[in-house]
């Protein structure tokens, strides 16, 4: 059953439940990296006491963090966390660090972000998926100097088996995940399937004031 919102009012997503959850792993004194969530829950109708009704998860995001300045090598690091993170490695400068077009400021973080997921519910509501999780890196760019992702469509993987769907599929939904993500920041990374978004910019803030305006709630 669909979770329908009361009155049109955007208030519904306000007074949302944003938890974060981190594990930092270390493989030596000079690598490490930490792998976090994030859950956005919210209260179903803004006429419902909220002590009477349970909070509904509705976001999910995950991935991982890496420290650009301590670490050794970004390189390593990078290898060292596990395959899926390989393609990431055109962010570096081939001597371990980032590149200096993606080390937005002197000190910071390279956050990667490897999978979302919104409801089936929220979908195609004009916006409720990018301005999520727009709010929901609000909670991870302090501290970071580049934000990155591969835009993929897991879930059709997920739903259909690896294999199952041809080619084509799977491009139309890269090309339609990297819309999306331009819509709040982020920028391809040339000759790669990497997109970036530099945290020190003011895009996002305005992607999420422009969604505020787009959102239907019902």
């Known amino acids: 059953m669909g979770h329908r919102l009361k009155n049109n009012d955007l208030r519904c997503l306000e007074p949302t439940i944003i938890e974060r959850w981190t594990r930092t792993e270390i493989w030596d004194d000079d690598n490490e990296a930490t792998s976090w969530q994030i859950a956005v829950s919210i209260y179903p109708a803004l006429d419902d006491d909220p002590g009477d009704i349970p909070a509904v998860e509705i976001f999910w995001m995950d991935g991982v963090t890496f420290e650009t300045v301590g670490t050794e090598s970004l390189d390593t690091a990078i290898d060292s966390f596990s395959s899926e993170m390989v393609p990431y490695r055109v962010l570096t400068d081939g001597c371990g660090d980032l590149r200096e077009e993606f080390d937005c ?36 760019l302090p501290g970071a100097t580049c934000v990155a992702l591969v835009p993929a469509p897991y879930e059709l993987r997920e739903r259909q088996g690896v294999g199952q769907f041809s080619d084509s599929c799977w491009n139309e939904g890269v090309a339609a995940l990297r819309r999306l993500w331009s819509e709040i920041g982020f920028r391809s990374v040339p000759n790669s399937e990497i997109m970036v978004l530099d945290p020190t910019s003011m895009i996002l803030e305005a992607a999420i004031a422009h969604l505020r305006n787009t959102i239907r709630m019902e």
């Open 105 to 140: 400021q002197p000190i910071g973080q390279l956050v990667i972000i490897r999978k979302v997921r919104l409801d089936p519910d929220w979908r195609h509501r004009g916006g409720v998926g990018r301005y999520l999780a727009a709010v929901s890196l609000r909670t991870l």
